[in-house]
């Protein structure tokens, strides 16, 4: 996928993880694809699947201190994203389907549902966190704080 202007939120920090995303997603398609190194496979979508928990803690943690509104919409959104990894995964130990077949499959669906969610839920709630932070100095830092939170792994 290519990185467009319609898929930017306004807040660096949050494009910089969305396209972090997209890096990790590719790197398990073409580990899948290739059909090489398939010991790595697990490495790799649990460094996914931590990256996402921190990014999705992240803007959720920033949506509680903003008082977003839509907050419990989003949560179940990601939510529901979270429950797409773990099934992939499962998917994948159950060996029942081959690797390729799987991530291919599951890589597709996520990355269209990721692109949706950024340009829908994450553009609208970016918009409330700037407006919000117009308004509320004492916001300002406490912003910066949550954004420049270190990814652990
Ligand atoms: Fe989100």
């Known amino acids: 996928m290519e ?18 995303f997209f890096e990790l997603m590719n790197a398990l398609l073409e580990l899948a694809v290739e059909g090489k190194e398939a010991e790595k496979l697990p490495i790799t ?20 201190e903003s008082e977003y509104s ?3 919409e989003h949560i179940s959104a990601h939510r529901y994203f979270k429950e797409q990894l773990t099934l992939m995964e499962s998917m994948l130990k159950d060996q029942k389907e081959p ?10 669906m996520l990355v269209e549902w990721f692109l949706k969610h950024i340009k829908v839920m ?4 970016s ?27």
């Open 3 to 20: 990185w467009t202007k319609d898929i930017e939120t306004g807040i660096n920090e949050i494009d910089y993880q969305h396209k972090k």
């Open 45 to 64: 979508i649990n460094l996914l699947k931590s990256y996402i928990r921190y990014h999705f803690t992240l803007e959720e943690d920033l949506m509680i």
């Open 70 to 72: 839509l907050y419990k």
């Open 99 to 108: 690797s390729k077949n799987v991530i291919t499959r599951f890589n597709y």
């Open 122 to 125: 994450d553009k609208k709630m």
């Open 127 to 153: 918009n409330h966190l700037l407006d919000y932070r117009e308004r509320n100095k004492g916001f300002f830092e406490k912003m910066r704080d949550i954004l420049s939170r270190p990814f652990s792994g």
